[in-house]
């Protein structure tokens, strides 16, 4: 299998890859902190984008990365060095760069010279994707600045995610914000930045990410051309994230959900045509994913329920038909909405460990039923 052929690791599945998406939805506060430091001769050599997964973070990455290597520095157009006979250069108001442009064809193509992206390689005996940035990764780097310093270009190094980097990883790219070569920057995509080392987070300038609002969804969801049926249960659902709505949405997860929510309505008694509906769904063959997102799902159930409970507001919008009405009925009081907080941990932890361990997916769900229906009682008798 050729290098082309291997799977990506910074791509989500069913969605374009963050070079091919051109337009930075939601962000616009992110954009011109950016732009800002870079108009007024202050671009830091490292930046460090966090915030929740899904919210567009390599994204903002891939664009700031075809801006820099598209636009002209502004301090060298002041000084004349491109025809500016030291004129005020023209200050940029968006990141945007034409689909047309020689750097944007080079970048999905894979062919810019000024661009390197630190990812978690394959490993050549098996073929999968390493769970690490390993330091053979990041030794790629001196060859990519040894190659490029002839021309004398800007050049970027995008890292996604620097949360996967190893130790060893990480220790070359901290020597490398260190001492920067010249033209150079350096952008760390970090879904937990205080799980780096504190002196990699000290070298970098933080851009801040948040979630997407139901209508940001939508349009986001629009660009990776998909279809959004649901647009505010999908919203509450996906938390802010277009790659859950992303994984929700190729998953049929809203109907998941409201399985979920059908379930724990009528509870403590049960439907058990319905638990049994259920179990066969996780059982099925080449259902893998499926099953992962069942007890994610679930998790959210339980977690949405919990908070309720406690703050007496039900969830609005609603993620599923009947919501409100079922958490309201489950935990009409904070101290029945500790017992779901608590059962929520213990049930969702049973679940995963059962099927890290292979045991029967059908079995696991028909047991989980079972708990639920027993803290239904419990929370009931509070």
Known sequence: ???????????????????????????????????????????????????PRGSGKATLAWSIARFLLATPDPAAEADGLFGGAGLAPELAETLAVSADHPVARRMVAGSEQGLFVLRRGHNEKTGRIKDQITVDEARRLKNFFSLSQADGGRRVVIVD????????????????????????????????????????????????????????????????????EQPERLAALAEGSVGAAVRLTNLDGLALYAQWIAMLRDMPRFDRARAQALAEAAAARGAEERRALMVVLLDQALSRLAIAGATGQMPSPEAAPGEAEAFARLAPTPAAARIWAAEAQEIGARLRHGLAVNLDPAALILDTVFKLSKAAAEAQAR
């Open 161 to 228: 995610a620097a949360d996967e980097l190893n130790v060893s990883a990480a220790n070359a790219l901290l020597k490398l914000l260190e001492e920067p070569p010249a033209r150079t920057t350096l952008l760390l995509v970090t879904h937990q930045p205080s799980a780096l080392l504190p002196t990699i987070r000290s070298r970098c300038r933080m851009l801040r990410l948040h979630p997407l609002s139901p209508a940001d969804m939508t349009e986001a969801m629009d660009q990776a051309g998909m279809t959004v």
């Open 1 to 51: 299998m050729s290098e082309e052929d291997l799977p990506e690791p910074d791509r989500v599945e069913g969605a374009p890859h963050p070079r091919d998406t051109l337009r930075l939805i939601g962000q616009s506060q992110a954009e011109t902190e950016f732009l800002d430091a870079f108009n007024t001769g202050r671009l830091h050599h490292g930046w460090m984008i966090t915030g």
